[in-house]
């Protein structure tokens, strides 16, 4: 898929989710607009319903419409609002959408840099999907520095605006934390790994004193077949 055409079905995801129900002419006028549409090209019917069923496609995300009114509106809303990479892809293209639309103010918008986002997050992301372990230097913020390291990447997370990848560190027999920023070096091994059958969700935890934690500490809980793994990401605790 190209990055033009990536940000198209972004582009129509959102302005359908943003209006609740709108016609395709309504549509069609809101794209003639979008800095998107750099090519000035207008948007057909049947490139339209190309476009619904491609977005069905790669998000999930149904187009539907209202007969009588012929009102477009999004199905099944829960594909974004309960799909943190859907509702985190649109969010993000939201965003951007916005400032894109608003260069002329880019010495009144400030931002902050993600660190290590773009590095590392496409060799983590292919171990992953191809259940590959990964060896990493790295030295953290205290001075301590190790070298090939092996580790079984589990999952990512963005926590407080910086990426971390949470993985089984074989050698120590614990699951780890370790922040992209940190991280100097790391290859992709052939090795693969089996990754335990596992749930990853968000809770609020309060009032675990043993642990120190604090009313409405973020915990990131894995739910193992036969085992509760506990991990707090804000103190880098597990229990």
Request: proline residues 3%; aromatic residues 12%.
């Amino acid at each position: 898929m190209t990055d033009r055409l990536y940000a198209k079905y972004l582009w129509l995801i959102n302005t359908v989710y943003e209006a609740g129900k709108i016609s395709f002419e309504e549509i069609a006028s809101k794209w003639n607009d979008t800095y998107i549409n750099d090519l000035h090209q207008p948007l057909r019917l049947r490139t339209f319903h190309n476009h619904r069923n491609a977005i069905l496609m790669q998000f999930g995300i149904i187009f539907e419409c209202e007969r009588g009114v012929n009102l477009y509106y999004i199905d099944n809303p829960e594909a974004i609002e309960r799909d943190s990479i859907n509702q985190w892809l649109l969010d993000s293209f939201s965003v951007n959408n916005t400032l894109l639309s608003n260069k002329n103010l880019k010495d009144r918008i400030l931002l902050e840099d993600i660190p290590s986002g773009r590095t590392h997050l496409d060799t983590i992301t292919d171990a992953m999907q191809n259940n590959r372990q990964l060896s990493i230097c790295y030295e953290d913020f205290f001075g301590e520095r190790c070298d090939n390291l092996l580790i079984n990447p589990y999952c990512l997370k963005m926590f407080k605006r910086r990426w971390y990848v949470l993985a089984y560190v074989p050698s120590t027999n614990i699951i780890r934390r370790f922040g992209l920023k940190v991280i100097n070096t790391l290859l992709i091994r052939h090795l693969s790994i089996n990754v335990p059958h596992l749930v990853i969700y968000y809770a609020r935890w309060g009032n675990i004193s043993r642990h120190n934690l604090t009313i409405g500490s973020t915990i990131l809980v894995l739910v193992f077949l036969d085992s509760l793994y506990i991990y707090a990401p804000a103190l880098d605790l597990c229990f």
